[in-house]
């Protein structure tokens, strides 16, 4: 199964929270049997170069779409962010988004206190994440998706699950929180 892996850069992670979206990373690639983990090799870290470490010490091929351009939209055929995400929710079979629900206290960066504007969630569920617009885009290939939610003390919540929107391929039942066994 091609898993399409996305969340959050780096600087929004403590180590207690980059610990718990490893743990989670692993389990999904093991609990779904990926044979390929798809990412977007964003230029600030985090899940995206995660998930590709974590897959390929597990021996799982990858593949990632970094952008061309550090831009939302690409110019004269080089793929910016949407184009980039666009790749990463066609070529999976299902789309895990890994996000923090608060920032840690010496995050320095750009802040949107209305919450996420992609998942229109308040700004106590989870902060916003680009991932989630990739999200987006997986649900409208009809692709199941689910946002796991790490909270600060490194444990975590699924939510926005639609793997029961159309039967699934998986032969598993609806991915929760004990689908994880982290």
Known sequence: MHL????????????ETQRCARRIIRSAITNFQADLVVSG???????????????QGMGVETREHPPGVLQWHGVAGVDGFMERNLK??????????????ELPPDYRGME???GC???????????????CWTVKAARRLGKPTVTAVVDSSGGFSCRNSNMNSRPAPLS???????????
């Open 117 to 131: 504007y992609h998942c229109k969630t308040p700004p106590a569920d989870h902060i916003k994440s680009g991932g």
């Open 172 to 182: 598993r039942p609806a991915w929760t929180q004990a689908s994880f066994r982290t």
């Open 112 to 114: 949107f206190a209305d």
């Open 4 to 15: 399409g892996i996305v969340g959050h850069e780096a600087k929004k992670f403590t180590p």
């Open 41 to 55: 090799h964003s230029p600030l870290g985090g899940i995206d170069w995660w998930a590709i470490e974590e897959a």
């Open 88 to 101: 990463i929710a066609a070529d999976s079979a299902l789309v895990l988004c890994i996000v923090v629900q």
